[in-house]
């Protein structure tokens, strides 16, 4: 039997592995093996995943918690490699683009495991975010890669890599949102704040870009306060975040809810329940796609452009002194036409089951 | 300007030595200082990196020494690049500079990347297209990190080219090219051909290391049928390895042991005087097939590819595997063949280091 090893380690490799898992294990084809970096080792980001998803606990547990970025790949590549070494696995799969994804993925190529990346070929273009450089790293040592646009095809062949080892599978999170949308709920938390459903904005920030100079806190501050005004706000909040706030002694409005980072299917409520939202992730971008929930992207850029072009997502850049006029100014406009992107149907998962068992394994 | 240079093995030593002497030169003469601060990474155990190695090349030590060896690939470079963090976080340079192709090349690329530390590549471009190579794999995730690359030839450009890297490629030539340039007066003045007992031109000098060679029996026996045919009308003279020496209790015993001069591993600076006089090399080794170009002595490549396409195009090596009629035909053709024309040279005109300091400089300005 081929021996698979699956790598995890942060909150949005989850969601995107638990499908790939489930669809390679129903075959029955693989001796399967899922390893957890403990990359993030906060309760809300990682064991809530494998207790409200059911998903399947990890056969190994690295946890390498949190580090700089240097030590914790480094951390990551010395432990994963004795896993390698003694597994010896057929075929290594990799997610996204934190730093357990180029741990890994570095790590199997000196051995000559070939690899799988799974949502390659995603480009920001801006070399000075941690995660692009793990993006292309990850893709020039993978040997076979799954994209979720043809976009990501076109950024891989301008970068030498050639077309039958690319494959546009869609999207694998989108895979988990369907499966789970019906336990999407969040009704307690709406009525523990008094909020009406679709009459709420929902902030998300965690770029550090954002949350950690305390000058451009304030910008977000004021600019959430000011939009605040005309429709209330919930904003789930890192505890760095909300120590930083009160460190600097930057006043909210009361309009403004903070909660505790949320568990999955309540975040997910969140965001299909809103009115609209305020992001810097890159995952939230593809869920209210998903949702067809308008999400203005306080980034220069973006790596995922689909949600852009087909999707609901309206990158914004990242001034937010003018947050506020360009929301009222998107307000004014038509009814944007919201169009799922090709391939984003719930089926990805399967798609990567049936090349990994015909094409690769 | 503050520049971080990290090596871990003797070829990378002898590289950057050329950049510390361009740093220097220009430190005598411009306001504008260049600091080297050098990490060892310890990754190559070398028993020819005693004192007599850093003296009389006039290496610069290195300020540290992270003593990372005997580790599997992941977790050397997993601990290379923890240490070189520490170290980039304290001494804040402007520039890290890498070389080649070693996980501590990687290893410092990927630890300056996380710290957004300009990266400046020596050697970039270079491809064996073989991914089961953890040398390429080094090198072409060095390069996707680089700022500068700094390319020795113009296929190297191209090869940058193919994997969408334009921007910050630069065709400095070869740095080894201004290493053998530098040492060669040196080799002349300080040692004599006659240690050996051959004259200027009128030797043969073979080396054969790798194991594609020395751990088949049937290409070892065929290359040195072929030297002991050679060695009927040149001396031959063999620097090997007391590992591959072992080897050759293997071969038949035959007279040609009396005819070949099988030495120890000989040091830089008497290997390079041995290279620049043969008339004619042949090898096994990369790098001795360039060195070979430099000097103008024609190269057989007892290998059956190369990475230095430029000199097998320009007529000075010749490809030949180890097959014994090949190897003969090669060797006995070269004279016709070769008039020493001066063509130009595909790595650069031995300025290297000065040409990757004038940038370095405009980068930063």
Redesign the interface.
Known sequence: MKKIDIVVGARPNYIKAFPVYEALNKTGNFDLRLINTGQHYDDNMSNIFFRQLGMKKPDVDLSVGSD????Q??????K??KE??RKKPDLLIVFGDVNSTI?AA??A????IPIAHIEAGLRSFD??M?EE?NR??TD??STYLFTTSPEAEKNLL???KIKKQIYFVGNTMIDSLVKFEKLFNCSDLLIENKLIKKEYILVTLHRPSNVDNPSKLKDVANSLNMISEKTEIIWPIHPRTWGKLNQYKILLNERINITKPKGYLEFMGLQKNAKFIITDSGGVQEESTYFGIPCFTVRDNTERPITVNRGSNILVGSDFTKLFDVIIECGKKEKRRNLLPEKWDGASSERIASIIINNIL | MKIVTIIGARPQFIKASALSRAFREHNKTSDQKIEEIIIHTGQHFDENMSEVFFTELEIPHPNYNLEIANL????M??????A??VVLKDEQPDYVLIYGDTNSTLAGA??A????IPIAHVEAGLRSFN??M?EE?NR??SD??SNLLFCPTEIAVINLK???IVSGVHNVGDVMFDVTLHYREQAKAKIELSKWNVTDGNYALCTIHRAENTDNLSRLQSIFDALREIAKELPVILPIHPRTRQLLKRLDKETWLKSINILEPLPFLEMLRLEMSAKVILTDSGGIQKEAYFHEVPCITLRDETEWVETVEMGWNKIVGADKEKILNAYQSYDIELNKKHQQSPYGNGNTANKILEILINEKN
């Open positions: 700089s970025h240097a030590v790949t480094a951390k990551i590549m010395i994963i490699e390698f070494l741990a570095l790590t190529a000196k051995l000559n070399r000075s941690p450089v292309i790293l020039q040592i301008l970068e030498g | 599997p690939h992941g977790a470079t997993g601990r290379m690049l923890e070189i963090e990927l630890a990347s996380k710290l957004h991914m089961k953890p794999i072409i995730l996707k990190i193919n994997e969408g």
